[in-house]
């Protein structure tokens, strides 16, 4: 389905977050529907501009699903939600719409989408950057940059797109080109268990056609299980005889293409990520070393490896990004000297075993500062695993106590970093990581 498909139906909108909002808006300004029927989970203010509109909430939700035609899902409703299923044959999301738009109406751009449990993010805007110093002109959009919705009106070379596994979960039509940077451990109500969730996010890649393609992480286990199926279309990098990562370069076949101190990213494991993405390059026969050395002018994205100060001697990096020990791990090996880590989040299920032996095996991590639901968790698989001298495990009851023990604990040994890495995901105590990831800053801006 098409959003000119819409056209003089009944729609519904189900989740009426940012993404719901601005398909209401686009549809009404564009003249494509005017019948709306609004429903969301919870209790909620209809929108601004749809006061007129019939709002559906919690236990009539199938009631206001009843009387639509077409029932645009939001991607915080689980496609798993009985309600839902019960009307699959007319739901669909803004992501499939405007994918089919975009594939149907404007043959000549080429979609490009990442997915994965981390590095997405910087990926898709590495990769947008990159092309777009090469002479072209790029959307970029999805989860991060503009709504989809409102790219499908230009006229692009290429469209970036960032696909959660909510949005990937029930897509009709794939990207021309995927990439998937890593899959890890994830429990997740929205998807009923980690099964799901890995099928769920590779189900981005599952209507591919023609010459279309996709890029896999050779390195990730779960990645090149879940993708076997697909073999057919399947590419790999990280592999000796493509694009991949050794120390702190990236290499293709054996020829340096560039090392990550020439960038202003920082974190090792960012190379890998960007193995993947120079295989995109590479695979439009575009210019590597050109793109290579755009990449140089590249500004990191907010709360991922962020430098928020310098004190006296200690430098805190705000990476509230990391919402699981796999990317804690990542943050760990990116620092050199000193290093206390305030960690702690809300519980996902997650195993703290490897995170634990990361800073078992890292004389440089002085005190590691637990907090929140997985402080506890954290703080036992740290005393069962880390015997050595020389460490400080806290368990700590705020975040401005933490930043506040850590700053002294590292003016005490000669300066260092202060590494926010929390972990483990925010909600129940932020409403995303970039709240938690702004207090973080606040709070050292008031040492």
Not at 6 to 27: F, N, P, S
Not at 115 to 140: D, E, H, I
Not at 326 to 344: P, R, Y
């Amino acid at each position: 389905m098409k959003i000119s498909d819409l056209h003089g139906k009944i729609v519904a909108v189900w989740g009426l977050g940012t993404e719901g909002r601005d398909a209401l808006r686009y549809l009404r300004n564009h003249g494509i529907a005017n019948n709306f029927v609004l429903i969301n989970d919870t209790d909620c203010q209809k929108p601004d501009d749809f006061v007129d509109c019939e709002l559906y909430t919690g236990c009539d939700v199938t009631e206001g699903c009843d009387k639509a035609e077409v029932i645009i899902r939001s991607p915080g409703v689980s496609i798993y939600k009985p309600e839902l299923i019960k009307y699959r044959d007319k739901v669909t999301t803004v992501t499939d719409l405007c994918l089919n738009e975009i594939r149907t109406n404007h043959p000549n751009c080429k979609i490009i989408a990442i997915s994965g449990s981390k590095g997405k993010s910087t990926s898709v805007s590495a990769l947008a950057f990159m092309l777009t110093r090469l002479g072209f002109k790029v959307g970029l959009g999805g989860n991060i940059g503009r709504p989809l919705i409102e790219l499908i009106d230009d006229n692009y070379d290429f469209l970036v797109a960032e696909i959660s596994s909510y949005q990937a979960s029930d897509l009709t039509v794939s990207p021309h080109i995927g990439m998937f940077t890593n899959l890890f451990y994830v429990h997740s109500e929205w998807h009923n268990g980690h099964e799901n969730y890995c099928s769920d996010k590779i189900h981005m890649i599952a209507n591919q056609r023609g010459d279309d393609c996709f890029w896999v992480n050779a390195g990730n286990e779960q990645l090149m299980n879940y993708t076997e199926k697909f073999v057919q279309r399947r590419r790999l990098y990280d592999i000796k005889d493509g694009f991949y990562a050794k120390d702190r370069s990236l290499y293709q076949k054996g020829q340096l293409i560039l090392n990550l101190d020439d960038l202003k990213i920082r974190g090792i494991h960012n190379l890998d990520n960007l193995a993947g993405v120079f295989s995109i390059i590479d695979e439009l026969g575009l210019d590597v070393r050109a793109a290579a050395e755009a990449l140089k002018d590249f500004e990191p994205l907010p709360h991922r490896l962020q430098k928020v100060a310098l004190k006296n001697g200690v430098l805190f990096i705000n990476d509230s990004i990391s919402t699981a020990p796999e990317a804690a791990i990542g943050a760990v090996n990116s620092f050199d000297g000193n290093l206390v880590l305030i960690s702690g989040g809300q519980d996902n299920q997650q195993d703290y075993t490897e995170y634990a032996q990361c800073v078992e095996n890292n004389t440089k991590v002085k005190a590691v500062i637990t907090l929140y639901q997985t402080g506890p968790k954290i703080l036992k698989a740290l005393r069962e695993h880390v015997k050595r001298d020389g460490i400080a495990l806290i368990e700590g009851d705020s975040l401005e106590k933490a930043v506040a023990i850590a700053y002294e604990l590292l003016q005490k040994n000669g300066g260092g970093t202060v590494l926010f890495t929390p972990t483990s995901p925010s909600f129940g105590f932020y409403k995303n990581f970039m709240e938690r990831g702004n207090h973080f800053i606040k709070v050292v801006e008031a040492l």
